[in-house]
Protein backbone atom coordinates (compact mmCIF):
# COMPACT_ATOMS: atom_id res chain seq x y z
CA UNK A 1 0.00 0.00 0.00
CA UNK A 2 1.21 3.46 -0.44
CA UNK A 3 1.08 6.48 1.98
CA UNK A 4 -2.10 7.78 3.21
CA UNK A 5 -2.69 12.12 1.79
CA UNK A 6 -5.34 13.30 4.02
CA UNK A 7 -7.39 15.95 2.61
CA UNK A 8 -10.04 17.78 4.68
CA UNK A 9 -12.98 18.70 2.49
CA UNK A 10 -15.15 20.77 4.70
CA UNK A 11 -18.74 19.10 4.25
CA UNK A 12 -20.28 19.86 7.15
CA UNK A 13 -19.21 20.96 11.05
CA UNK A 14 -17.51 18.19 13.06
CA UNK A 15 -17.02 16.04 10.36
CA UNK A 16 -13.91 14.66 8.38
CA UNK A 17 -13.63 13.27 4.91
CA UNK A 18 -10.91 10.92 3.99
CA UNK A 19 -9.88 9.88 0.81
CA UNK A 20 -7.09 7.58 -0.15
CA UNK A 21 -5.67 6.61 -3.22
CA UNK A 22 -2.48 4.91 -4.41
CA UNK A 23 -3.04 7.50 -8.02
CA UNK A 24 -1.31 9.99 -5.68
CA UNK A 25 1.45 8.47 -4.62
CA UNK A 26 3.90 9.43 -7.71
CA UNK A 27 2.25 12.57 -8.00
CA UNK A 28 2.87 14.11 -4.46
CA UNK A 29 6.58 12.51 -4.93
CA UNK A 30 7.23 14.50 -7.74
CA UNK A 31 5.93 17.42 -6.15
CA UNK A 32 8.33 17.13 -2.80
CA UNK A 33 10.94 16.86 -4.65
CA UNK A 34 10.54 19.92 -6.72
CA UNK A 35 9.71 21.88 -4.01
CA UNK A 36 13.15 20.33 -2.17
CA UNK A 37 15.06 21.43 -5.16
CA UNK A 38 13.43 25.00 -5.19
CA UNK A 39 14.62 25.29 -1.20
CA UNK A 40 17.63 24.37 -2.21
CA UNK A 41 18.31 26.67 -5.05
CA UNK A 42 16.71 29.51 -2.69
CA UNK A 43 19.67 29.10 0.19
CA UNK A 44 22.63 28.74 -2.17
CA UNK A 45 21.07 31.80 -3.52
CA UNK A 46 20.83 33.31 -0.20
CA UNK A 47 24.10 31.82 0.83
CA UNK A 48 26.43 33.89 -2.36
CA UNK A 49 23.92 37.08 -1.00
CA UNK A 50 26.15 37.11 2.07
CA UNK A 51 29.19 38.03 0.16
CA UNK A 52 27.45 41.12 -0.96
CA UNK A 53 28.45 44.51 0.85
CA UNK A 54 25.33 46.23 0.82
CA UNK A 55 23.67 44.28 4.32
CA UNK A 56 19.94 45.91 3.92
CA UNK A 57 19.73 45.07 0.46
CA UNK A 58 20.79 41.45 1.42
CA UNK A 59 18.45 41.36 3.60
CA UNK A 60 15.72 43.38 1.85
CA UNK A 61 16.38 40.86 -1.05
CA UNK A 62 16.57 37.68 1.37
CA UNK A 63 13.32 38.58 3.00
CA UNK A 64 11.44 39.58 -0.75
CA UNK A 65 12.31 35.74 -2.42
CA UNK A 66 11.55 33.78 0.44
CA UNK A 67 8.18 35.40 0.88
CA UNK A 68 7.85 34.65 -2.96
CA UNK A 69 8.79 31.11 -2.67
CA UNK A 70 6.39 30.37 0.13
CA UNK A 71 3.73 32.49 -1.97
CA UNK A 72 4.28 29.67 -5.18
CA UNK A 73 4.19 26.75 -2.24
CA UNK A 74 1.14 27.98 -1.18
CA UNK A 75 -0.97 28.24 -4.78
CA UNK A 76 0.76 24.81 -5.84
CA UNK A 77 -0.96 23.06 -2.67
CA UNK A 78 -3.99 25.04 -3.12
CA UNK A 79 -3.97 24.07 -7.04
CA UNK A 80 -3.41 20.27 -5.95
CA UNK A 81 -6.62 20.61 -3.53
CA UNK A 82 -9.02 21.98 -6.39
CA UNK A 83 -7.34 18.33 -8.12
CA UNK A 84 -8.40 16.47 -5.26
CA UNK A 85 -11.96 18.14 -5.07
CA UNK A 86 -12.12 17.09 -8.98
CA UNK A 87 -11.19 13.94 -8.68
CA UNK A 88 -13.41 13.02 -6.00
CA UNK A 89 -15.98 14.69 -8.14
CA UNK A 90 -15.28 12.54 -10.96
CA UNK A 91 -15.34 9.04 -8.47
CA UNK A 92 -19.19 9.97 -7.93
CA UNK A 93 -20.55 9.83 -11.09
CA UNK A 94 -23.01 7.19 -11.57
CA UNK A 95 -20.40 5.04 -13.71
CA UNK A 96 -18.07 4.08 -10.86
CA UNK A 97 -15.36 1.68 -11.74
CA UNK A 98 -15.64 -0.85 -8.73
CA UNK A 99 -12.61 -2.78 -9.61
CA UNK A 100 -10.32 0.51 -9.61
CA UNK A 101 -11.89 1.57 -6.23
CA UNK A 102 -12.26 -1.41 -4.51
CA UNK A 103 -9.01 -1.87 -2.14
CA UNK A 104 -9.04 2.00 -1.77
CA UNK A 105 -12.89 1.58 -0.05
CA UNK A 106 -11.93 -1.55 1.60
CA UNK A 107 -8.70 -0.43 2.98
CA UNK A 108 -10.29 2.89 4.74
CA UNK A 109 -9.61 2.34 8.12
CA UNK A 110 -11.50 5.44 8.74
CA UNK A 111 -14.85 4.26 7.60
CA UNK A 112 -15.04 1.40 10.37
CA UNK A 113 -15.94 4.58 12.82
CA UNK A 114 -19.25 6.03 14.12
CA UNK A 115 -19.99 9.04 12.73
CA UNK A 116 -20.44 11.74 15.49
CA UNK A 117 -23.69 12.45 15.68
CA UNK A 118 -25.64 13.63 18.95
CA UNK A 119 -29.15 11.78 18.33
CA UNK A 120 -32.39 12.90 20.11
CA UNK A 121 -34.56 9.60 21.44
CA UNK A 122 -37.68 10.46 20.67
CA UNK A 123 -39.42 7.49 22.01
CA UNK A 124 -37.51 4.73 23.41
CA UNK A 125 -36.21 2.31 26.70
CA UNK A 126 -32.85 1.24 26.69
CA UNK A 127 -32.05 -1.50 24.86
CA UNK A 128 -31.11 -4.39 27.46
CA UNK A 129 -29.36 -7.05 24.46
CA UNK A 130 -28.29 -7.32 21.31
CA UNK A 131 -30.88 -8.81 18.85
CA UNK A 132 -30.46 -10.87 15.91
CA UNK A 133 -32.30 -8.16 13.38
CA UNK A 134 -32.62 -4.70 12.97
CA UNK A 135 -35.46 -3.41 11.18
CA UNK A 136 -34.69 0.40 9.77
CA UNK A 137 -37.16 3.04 8.57
CA UNK A 138 -36.56 6.59 8.02
CA UNK A 139 -39.46 8.76 7.03
CA UNK A 140 -39.95 12.29 6.66
CA UNK A 141 -43.56 14.15 6.14
CA UNK A 142 -45.53 13.75 2.83
CA UNK A 143 -47.75 15.66 1.18
CA UNK A 144 -50.51 13.16 0.62
CA UNK A 145 -50.49 9.97 2.75
CA UNK A 146 -48.89 8.61 5.63
CA UNK A 147 -48.11 4.83 5.86
CA UNK A 148 -45.39 4.97 8.46
CA UNK A 149 -48.05 3.71 11.59
CA UNK A 150 -49.04 0.65 8.97
CA UNK A 151 -46.16 -0.21 8.29
CA UNK A 152 -44.50 -0.86 11.78
CA UNK A 153 -48.02 -2.18 12.49
CA UNK A 154 -46.93 -4.88 9.81
CA UNK A 155 -43.45 -5.54 11.69
CA UNK A 156 -45.34 -6.81 14.71
CA UNK A 157 -48.54 -8.09 13.70
CA UNK A 158 -46.57 -10.09 10.91
CA UNK A 159 -44.44 -11.69 13.82
CA UNK A 160 -44.41 -14.15 16.00
CA UNK A 161 -44.01 -14.05 20.51
CA UNK A 162 -40.72 -15.71 19.61
CA UNK A 163 -39.32 -13.73 16.64
CA UNK A 164 -40.68 -10.50 18.31
CA UNK A 165 -37.89 -11.50 20.94
CA UNK A 166 -34.79 -10.87 18.15
CA UNK A 167 -35.52 -7.83 16.49
CA UNK A 168 -35.71 -4.22 17.15
CA UNK A 169 -37.37 -1.25 14.71
CA UNK A 170 -35.59 1.88 14.63
CA UNK A 171 -37.30 4.86 13.31
CA UNK A 172 -35.92 7.51 12.25
CA UNK A 173 -37.98 10.74 12.05
CA UNK A 174 -35.42 12.78 9.65
CA UNK A 175 -37.99 15.49 8.63
CA UNK A 176 -36.92 18.97 10.12
CA UNK A 177 -40.33 19.99 10.93
CA UNK A 178 -40.75 19.79 14.71
CA UNK A 179 -44.57 19.69 14.73
CA UNK A 180 -44.55 17.19 12.37
CA UNK A 181 -42.23 14.86 14.23
CA UNK A 182 -43.78 15.98 17.94
CA UNK A 183 -47.89 14.51 16.00
CA UNK A 184 -45.98 11.61 14.83
CA UNK A 185 -44.32 10.75 18.37
CA UNK A 186 -47.20 10.68 20.16
CA UNK A 187 -49.19 8.57 17.36
CA UNK A 188 -46.75 6.13 17.96
CA UNK A 189 -46.49 6.27 21.39
CA UNK A 190 -50.20 5.84 21.54
CA UNK A 191 -50.57 2.70 19.33
CA UNK A 192 -47.15 0.72 19.95
CA UNK A 193 -46.29 1.65 23.76
CA UNK A 194 -45.75 -1.88 24.92
CA UNK A 195 -43.14 -2.13 22.21
CA UNK A 196 -41.47 0.93 23.09
CA UNK A 197 -41.60 0.08 27.21
CA UNK A 198 -39.99 -3.81 25.63
CA UNK A 199 -37.42 -1.97 23.63
CA UNK A 200 -38.57 -3.15 20.78
CA UNK A 201 -39.29 -0.28 19.22
CA UNK A 202 -37.10 3.25 19.01
CA UNK A 203 -37.66 6.48 17.54
CA UNK A 204 -34.84 9.19 16.79
CA UNK A 205 -34.11 12.17 15.34
CA UNK A 206 -30.81 13.32 13.53
CA UNK A 207 -30.85 17.32 14.37
CA UNK A 208 -30.55 19.43 11.58
CA UNK A 209 -26.90 21.06 12.70
CA UNK A 210 -24.91 17.89 11.22
CA UNK A 211 -26.08 17.33 7.73
CA UNK A 212 -24.47 18.85 4.87
CA UNK A 213 -25.28 21.26 2.57
CA UNK A 214 -28.38 20.82 0.59
CA UNK A 215 -28.79 23.69 -1.34
CA UNK A 216 -26.90 24.60 -4.71
CA UNK A 217 -26.15 20.94 -5.29
CA UNK A 218 -24.85 19.59 -8.61
CA UNK A 219 -27.54 18.92 -11.23
CA UNK A 220 -26.88 15.31 -11.87
CA UNK A 221 -29.31 13.72 -14.56
CA UNK A 222 -30.74 16.80 -15.44
CA UNK A 223 -32.67 16.42 -11.77
CA UNK A 224 -34.61 19.90 -10.67
CA UNK A 225 -33.15 21.44 -8.08
CA UNK A 226 -35.83 19.94 -5.63
CA UNK A 227 -35.24 16.82 -7.14
CA UNK A 228 -31.99 16.70 -6.08
CA UNK A 229 -32.10 18.02 -2.88
CA UNK A 230 -34.79 15.83 -1.56
CA UNK A 231 -32.82 12.47 -2.72
CA UNK A 232 -29.62 14.01 -1.09
CA UNK A 233 -31.01 14.36 1.98
CA UNK A 234 -32.21 11.04 1.66
CA UNK A 235 -29.01 9.48 1.42
CA UNK A 236 -27.85 11.63 4.70
CA UNK A 237 -30.94 10.44 6.75
CA UNK A 238 -30.43 6.78 5.90
CA UNK A 239 -26.73 7.52 6.58
CA UNK A 240 -27.81 8.54 10.27
CA UNK A 241 -29.88 5.58 10.28
CA UNK A 242 -27.04 3.23 9.55
CA UNK A 243 -24.73 4.40 11.99
CA UNK A 244 -27.05 4.56 14.80
CA UNK A 245 -27.81 0.84 14.51
CA UNK A 246 -24.12 -0.43 13.74
CA UNK A 247 -24.51 -2.10 17.17
CA UNK A 248 -27.57 -3.04 18.04
CA UNK A 249 -27.94 -6.25 16.23
CA UNK A 250 -25.65 -9.05 14.16
CA UNK A 251 -28.18 -8.11 11.51
CA UNK A 252 -29.91 -5.34 9.56
CA UNK A 253 -32.66 -4.64 6.89
CA UNK A 254 -33.68 -1.79 5.17
CA UNK A 255 -37.67 -0.72 4.68
CA UNK A 256 -39.30 1.98 3.33
CA UNK A 257 -42.08 3.49 5.50
CA UNK A 258 -44.47 2.16 2.89
CA UNK A 259 -43.98 -1.56 3.66
CA UNK A 260 -46.40 -4.46 4.59
CA UNK A 261 -44.34 -7.51 5.64
CA UNK A 262 -44.65 -11.35 4.89
CA UNK A 263 -45.79 -13.96 7.84
CA UNK A 264 -43.26 -14.93 9.94
CA UNK A 265 -40.85 -13.02 7.52
CA UNK A 266 -37.82 -13.18 10.00
CA UNK A 267 -38.13 -17.06 10.59
CA UNK A 268 -37.62 -16.77 6.41
CA UNK A 269 -34.77 -14.79 6.77
CA UNK A 270 -32.70 -17.00 9.63
CA UNK A 271 -33.52 -19.78 6.90
CA UNK A 272 -31.47 -18.27 4.31
CA UNK A 273 -28.82 -16.83 6.55
CA UNK A 274 -28.52 -20.59 7.49
CA UNK A 275 -28.15 -21.95 4.29
CA UNK A 276 -25.79 -19.21 2.97
CA UNK A 277 -23.15 -20.30 5.69
CA UNK A 278 -19.80 -20.20 4.69
CA UNK A 279 -20.35 -17.71 1.43
CA UNK A 280 -19.60 -14.77 1.31
CA UNK A 281 -22.41 -11.97 0.78
CA UNK A 282 -22.79 -7.97 1.48
CA UNK A 283 -25.95 -7.31 0.41
CA UNK A 284 -28.98 -9.99 0.26
CA UNK A 285 -31.86 -8.80 -1.34
CA UNK A 286 -36.32 -10.04 -0.31
CA UNK A 287 -37.44 -7.68 -2.44
CA UNK A 288 -36.94 -5.85 -5.90
CA UNK A 289 -38.13 -2.41 -5.47
CA UNK A 290 -36.06 0.16 -3.93
CA UNK A 291 -34.63 0.36 -0.62
CA UNK A 292 -36.91 -2.49 0.38
CA UNK A 293 -35.86 -5.35 2.25
CA UNK A 294 -32.21 -4.78 1.73
CA UNK A 295 -30.00 -6.99 4.67
CA UNK A 296 -26.93 -6.23 5.68
CA UNK A 297 -24.55 -7.46 8.40
CA UNK A 298 -24.44 -5.03 10.84
CA UNK A 299 -20.48 -5.20 11.22
CA UNK A 300 -20.57 -3.34 7.26
CA UNK A 301 -23.19 -0.54 8.44
CA UNK A 302 -20.23 2.05 9.59
CA UNK A 303 -18.58 1.99 5.92
CA UNK A 304 -22.17 1.95 4.52
CA UNK A 305 -23.40 4.98 6.20
CA UNK A 306 -19.94 6.88 5.22
CA UNK A 307 -20.41 5.71 1.52
CA UNK A 308 -23.45 7.47 1.37
CA UNK A 309 -22.72 10.39 3.43
CA UNK A 310 -19.67 10.77 0.62
CA UNK A 311 -21.57 10.59 -2.43
CA UNK A 312 -24.70 12.07 -0.84
CA UNK A 313 -25.77 14.57 -3.56
CA UNK A 314 -24.34 11.91 -6.11
CA UNK A 315 -27.55 9.76 -7.45
CA UNK A 316 -29.97 8.01 -5.35
CA UNK A 317 -30.04 5.55 -2.70
CA UNK A 318 -30.34 2.70 -4.30
CA UNK A 319 -27.92 3.44 -7.18
CA UNK A 320 -25.46 3.98 -4.75
CA UNK A 321 -25.60 0.28 -2.57
CA UNK A 322 -25.12 -0.98 -6.01
CA UNK A 323 -22.08 0.19 -6.08
CA UNK A 324 -21.57 -0.49 -2.40
CA UNK A 325 -21.96 -4.14 -2.88
CA UNK A 326 -19.46 -4.09 -5.72
CA UNK A 327 -16.88 -2.00 -3.73
CA UNK A 328 -16.82 -4.69 -1.19
CA UNK A 329 -16.64 -7.44 -4.06
CA UNK A 330 -20.12 -9.15 -4.27
CA UNK A 331 -20.80 -9.07 -8.05
CA UNK A 332 -24.07 -10.17 -8.50
CA UNK A 333 -27.24 -9.88 -6.60
CA UNK A 334 -28.58 -12.11 -4.61
CA UNK A 335 -32.47 -11.84 -3.97
CA UNK A 336 -34.84 -14.51 -3.36
CA UNK A 337 -38.14 -15.44 -4.01
CA UNK A 338 -41.26 -15.09 -3.03
CA UNK A 339 -40.33 -11.42 -1.87
CA UNK A 340 -40.72 -11.28 2.02
CA UNK A 341 -42.04 -6.62 1.67
CA UNK A 342 -44.00 -5.41 -0.38
CA UNK A 343 -44.62 -1.93 -1.21
CA UNK A 344 -47.85 -0.40 -0.60
CA UNK A 345 -47.71 3.50 -0.86
CA UNK A 346 -49.83 4.91 -3.39
CA UNK A 347 -48.29 8.41 -3.19
CA UNK A 348 -44.34 9.17 -2.73
CA UNK A 349 -42.51 11.12 -0.29
CA UNK A 350 -41.66 13.41 -2.98
CA UNK A 351 -43.83 15.68 -4.16
CA UNK A 352 -46.69 13.75 -3.01
CA UNK A 353 -46.57 12.16 -6.36
CA UNK A 354 -48.12 8.85 -7.81
CA UNK A 355 -46.57 6.01 -7.44
CA UNK A 356 -48.45 2.19 -7.90
CA UNK A 357 -44.92 0.13 -7.73
CA UNK A 358 -45.52 -3.27 -6.50
CA UNK A 359 -43.39 -6.13 -6.04
CA UNK A 360 -45.06 -9.24 -7.88
CA UNK A 361 -43.05 -11.64 -6.30
CA UNK A 362 -44.52 -10.91 -3.48
CA UNK A 363 -46.11 -13.69 -0.76
CA UNK A 364 -48.04 -11.93 2.53
CA UNK A 365 -48.90 -15.45 3.81
CA UNK A 366 -46.58 -17.46 5.28
CA UNK A 367 -44.66 -20.02 2.92
CA UNK A 368 -42.57 -22.66 3.72
CA UNK A 369 -38.98 -21.60 2.86
CA UNK A 370 -36.99 -25.29 2.46
CA UNK A 371 -34.32 -26.08 4.77
CA UNK A 372 -31.48 -27.04 2.68
CA UNK A 373 -28.89 -28.28 5.04
CA UNK A 374 -25.25 -27.60 4.55
CA UNK A 375 -24.00 -30.04 1.54
CA UNK A 376 -21.11 -30.54 -0.72
CA UNK A 377 -22.21 -30.62 -4.47
CA UNK A 378 -20.88 -32.66 -7.83
CA UNK A 379 -22.34 -33.90 -11.00
CA UNK A 380 -20.47 -35.53 -13.94
CA UNK A 381 -22.59 -33.87 -16.72
CA UNK A 382 -21.29 -31.17 -18.84
CA UNK A 383 -21.15 -27.79 -16.91
CA UNK A 384 -22.39 -24.77 -19.72
CA UNK A 385 -19.86 -21.99 -18.12
CA UNK A 386 -20.56 -20.86 -14.96
CA UNK A 387 -24.20 -22.00 -13.90
CA UNK A 388 -22.24 -24.66 -11.84
CA UNK A 389 -24.41 -27.49 -9.34
CA UNK A 390 -24.11 -25.60 -6.70
CA UNK A 391 -26.64 -22.94 -7.99
CA UNK A 392 -29.76 -25.71 -7.86
CA UNK A 393 -29.14 -25.73 -4.29
CA UNK A 394 -28.83 -22.25 -3.14
CA UNK A 395 -32.48 -19.78 -2.37
CA UNK A 396 -31.23 -17.61 -4.73
CA UNK A 397 -32.70 -16.84 -7.98
CA UNK A 398 -30.10 -18.99 -9.91
CA UNK A 399 -29.68 -22.46 -11.76
CA UNK A 400 -27.27 -25.35 -12.72
CA UNK A 401 -27.04 -25.83 -16.37
CA UNK A 402 -25.75 -28.29 -18.27
CA UNK A 403 -25.35 -29.73 -21.75
CA UNK A 404 -27.53 -32.76 -22.85
CA UNK A 405 -26.89 -35.76 -20.30
CA UNK A 406 -26.31 -39.27 -20.74
CA UNK A 407 -27.61 -42.48 -19.34
CA UNK A 408 -25.37 -43.07 -16.29
CA UNK A 409 -24.97 -39.57 -15.69
CA UNK A 410 -25.61 -38.05 -11.85
CA UNK A 411 -26.07 -34.83 -10.09
CA UNK A 412 -25.19 -35.90 -6.68
CA UNK A 413 -25.70 -34.61 -3.30
CA UNK A 414 -23.72 -35.30 0.12
CA UNK A 415 -24.86 -33.80 3.05
CA UNK A 416 -21.91 -32.50 5.84
CA UNK A 417 -24.39 -34.65 8.53
CA UNK A 418 -26.62 -37.86 8.20
CA UNK A 419 -30.42 -35.70 8.11
CA UNK A 420 -33.84 -37.01 8.51
CA UNK A 421 -35.98 -35.72 5.00
CA UNK A 422 -39.53 -34.73 5.17
CA UNK A 423 -40.08 -33.12 2.18
CA UNK A 424 -38.13 -32.91 -1.10
CA UNK A 425 -38.76 -31.27 -4.28
CA UNK A 426 -37.23 -30.78 -7.21
CA UNK A 427 -37.45 -28.45 -10.02
CA UNK A 428 -36.19 -28.62 -13.92
CA UNK A 429 -36.41 -26.18 -16.60
CA UNK A 430 -37.07 -22.31 -16.68
CA UNK A 431 -40.47 -19.98 -18.54
CA UNK A 432 -38.37 -19.48 -21.26
CA UNK A 433 -36.43 -22.71 -21.51
CA UNK A 434 -39.28 -25.04 -21.15
CA UNK A 435 -37.88 -27.64 -22.92
CA UNK A 436 -34.50 -27.79 -20.80
CA UNK A 437 -36.23 -30.29 -18.35
CA UNK A 438 -34.94 -33.51 -16.80
CA UNK A 439 -37.17 -35.91 -19.77
CA UNK A 440 -36.29 -39.21 -17.87
CA UNK A 441 -34.71 -39.22 -14.83
CA UNK A 442 -35.18 -41.16 -11.02
CA UNK A 443 -34.50 -39.53 -8.05
CA UNK A 444 -32.36 -41.55 -4.94
CA UNK A 445 -31.67 -41.22 -2.02
CA UNK A 446 -28.13 -43.06 0.14
CA UNK A 447 -26.00 -43.86 3.34
CA UNK A 448 -23.14 -44.87 4.53
CA UNK A 449 -20.76 -42.44 3.26
CA UNK A 450 -17.26 -43.57 2.15
CA UNK A 451 -14.02 -42.06 2.74
CA UNK A 452 -12.21 -40.55 -0.52
CA UNK A 453 -9.30 -38.57 -1.52
CA UNK A 454 -11.23 -36.58 -4.25
CA UNK A 455 -14.99 -36.92 -3.01
CA UNK A 456 -17.40 -38.38 -0.39
CA UNK A 457 -20.11 -40.83 -1.84
CA UNK A 458 -22.67 -43.40 -0.63
CA UNK A 459 -22.35 -46.89 -0.91
CA UNK A 460 -25.58 -48.01 -1.09
CA UNK A 461 -28.90 -45.95 -2.76
CA UNK A 462 -32.65 -46.84 -2.40
CA UNK A 463 -34.83 -45.09 -5.28
CA UNK A 464 -37.50 -42.88 -4.49
CA UNK A 465 -39.60 -42.05 -7.38
CA UNK A 466 -39.20 -40.88 -10.92
CA UNK A 467 -39.78 -37.66 -12.77
CA UNK A 468 -42.65 -36.44 -13.69
CA UNK A 469 -42.64 -33.35 -16.62
CA UNK A 470 -39.54 -32.22 -15.39
CA UNK A 471 -40.45 -32.13 -11.85
CA UNK A 472 -40.70 -33.98 -8.45
CA UNK A 473 -41.92 -33.65 -5.43
CA UNK A 474 -42.53 -36.02 -2.17
CA UNK A 475 -43.65 -35.38 1.18
CA UNK A 476 -43.75 -37.86 4.20
CA UNK A 477 -39.63 -39.10 3.03
CA UNK A 478 -38.95 -39.83 6.84
CA UNK A 479 -42.06 -42.30 6.85
CA UNK A 480 -40.69 -43.94 3.91
CA UNK A 481 -36.77 -44.64 4.55
CA UNK A 482 -35.81 -46.70 7.35
CA UNK A 483 -32.77 -44.80 7.57
CA UNK A 484 -30.83 -40.96 8.22
CA UNK A 485 -29.87 -39.82 4.64
CA UNK A 486 -25.91 -38.98 3.60
CA UNK A 487 -26.81 -38.51 -0.13
CA UNK A 488 -29.41 -37.60 -2.20
CA UNK A 489 -28.73 -37.90 -6.06
CA UNK A 490 -30.41 -37.32 -9.56
CA UNK A 491 -30.19 -40.41 -11.92
CA UNK A 492 -30.46 -39.81 -16.07
CA UNK A 493 -32.29 -42.81 -16.98
CA UNK A 494 -32.45 -42.28 -20.51
CA UNK A 495 -30.25 -39.88 -22.94
CA UNK A 496 -31.78 -36.55 -24.36
CA UNK A 497 -30.78 -34.26 -27.10
CA UNK A 498 -31.64 -31.37 -25.04
CA UNK A 499 -29.93 -29.31 -22.65
CA UNK A 500 -30.76 -29.20 -18.74
CA UNK A 501 -31.68 -26.73 -16.06
CA UNK A 502 -31.93 -27.80 -12.83
CA UNK A 503 -34.16 -24.69 -11.37
CA UNK A 504 -34.20 -25.55 -7.82
CA UNK A 505 -33.51 -28.29 -5.16
CA UNK A 506 -35.25 -27.72 -1.88
CA UNK A 507 -34.99 -30.62 1.05
CA UNK A 508 -37.23 -29.35 4.01
CA UNK A 509 -35.87 -31.43 7.39
CA UNK A 510 -37.19 -33.11 10.30
Known amino acids: MGCVNNIRLSFFPGYQW ?3 STDYDSFFLKKRMLKFHQMKHIFEILDKMRCLRKRSTVSFLGVLVIFLLFMNLYIEDSYV ?3 DKQLIRETSTHQLNSERYVHTFKDLSNFSGAINVTYRYLAATPLQRKRYLTIGLSSVKRKKGNYLLETIKSIFEQSSYEELKEISVVVHLADFNSSWRDAMVQDITQKFAHHIIAGRLIVIHAPEEYYPILDGLKRNYNDPEDRVKFRSKQNVDYAFLLNFCANTSDYYVMLEDDVRCSKNFLTAIKKVIASLEGTYWVTLEFSKLGYIGKLYHSHDLPRLAHFLLMFYQEMPCDWLLTHFRGLLAQK ?3 RFKPSLFQHMGYYSSYK ?3 NKLKDDDFEEESFDIPDNPPASLYTNMNVFENYEASKAYSSVDEYFWGKPPSTGDVFVIVFENPIIIKK ?7 EDRQNDILHH ?12 KQRRQCSTYLRLGEFKNGNFEMSGVNQKIPFDIHCM ?3 VTKTQKEWLIIRSISIWTS
Not at 424 to 430: A, E
Not at 444 to 449: A, I, L, M, R, S
Open 18 to 20: FLY
Open 81 to 83: LEG
Open 332 to 334: NVI
Open 352 to 354: GTE
Open 424 to 430: IKVNTGT
Open 441 to 452: GALDVGENVLPS
Open 489 to 491: RIY
